[in-house]
């Protein structure tokens, strides 16, 4: 029996402090609101109960971001995309931010499982004034484990319409793909960080942001994996080869955490989800 389940979070800047509206069809729900660093910004941990998807499985996701608004959101775990026996399983998330509005998308990882047939959509309408720092960190198989990543999918599709877009599709029987050092060169995890504005951002600004993410990538074990660029002057992305999860999340929450402070002059407080 295929789970659809749809999830609405509505933030709004009211009385100095971020609210956050709810509103779930489904197996998908926002625990409570949590404000470790203060009522400027709300966090908010997602729950799918289930666990994971299998095919003919969606979730939609919806979230706008009031003027003034600042959220941030994660997970609990790990999204898993089980075994497809033909249909493919997906996750839509589609967020609208207003002007001087804030948002950060920092879920964990999403893990691939053998003869999966996955599909991660994200789409971004950003008002002018808008930002917005976000990841995505898939892991392909679970080399750890001796469970491989040798049948099924992965169409990873990230948007900002008329901005960005980076559409990819990983198949694991595409042993050039999966394994050339023109590919993946055998690394099982596939990690990325994104800053986003909704209009071209000062050339210092963007600049400095690179160089604090270089910085941070040359002194790190992955560096000959990864690497920082900005595709146009509203976009800044980092990219992440690794074997596993672990040192590709250690070094995006790394570069987090000096974005954060660059953009926006905010210490990272990282959600205490992350620590259980």
């Not at 609208?96 to 998308?105: G, I, K």
């Amino acid at each position: 029996m295929a789970w659809h389940a749809s999830l609405e979070i509505d933030y709004a800047w009211q009385g100095q402090r971020t609210v956050a509206h709810f509103l779930h069809k489904g197996p998908l729900r926002v625990l409570q609101s949590l404000y470790p660093e203060g009522d400027a910004i709300c966090h908010n941990v997602l729950v799918h109960p289930p666990g994971g998807l299998v095919g003919g499985d969606t979730l939609d996701i919806r979230i706008k971001g009031g003027d003034g608004s600042h959220g941030l959101i994660t997970t609990p775990g790990a999204t898993r995309f089980y075994r497809s026996h033909g249909e493919p399983a997906l996750q839509r998330t589609h967020i609208t931010l207003s002007d001087q509005a804030r948002l950060e998308w920092l879920p964990l990882e999403t893990i691939c499982y053998n003869h999966c047939i996955a599909e991660n959509h994200l789409t971004l309408d950003l008002a002018p004034q808008a930002e917005f720092i976000g990841w995505d960190i898939s892991a392909l198989g679970l080399p750890n484990a001796h469970q491989p990543f040798d049948a099924g999918s992965l169409l990873q599709h990230i948007e900002v319409p008329g901005v960005w877009l980076e559409r990819g599709l990983i198949k694991a029987d595409d042993q050039r793909l999966m394994d050339s050092p023109l590919g993946l060169a055998g690394q099982r995890c596939v990690a990325s960080l994104f800053f986003v504005s909704g209009s071209k951002l000062d050339r210092t600004r963007r600049e400095r942001a690179l160089d604090l993410a270089r910085a941070l990538i040359d002194t790190h074990a992955l560096r000959p994996m990864a690497g920082a660029t900005s595709p146009n002057e509203q976009v800044i992305v980092v990219r992440v080869l690794a074997p596993v999860v672990e040192p590709a999340a250690e070094l995006l929450r790394g570069i987090w955490t000096a974005w954060r402070h660059h953009f926006w002059n905010i210490s990272a407080s990282s959600p205490r989800i992350w620590s259980m």
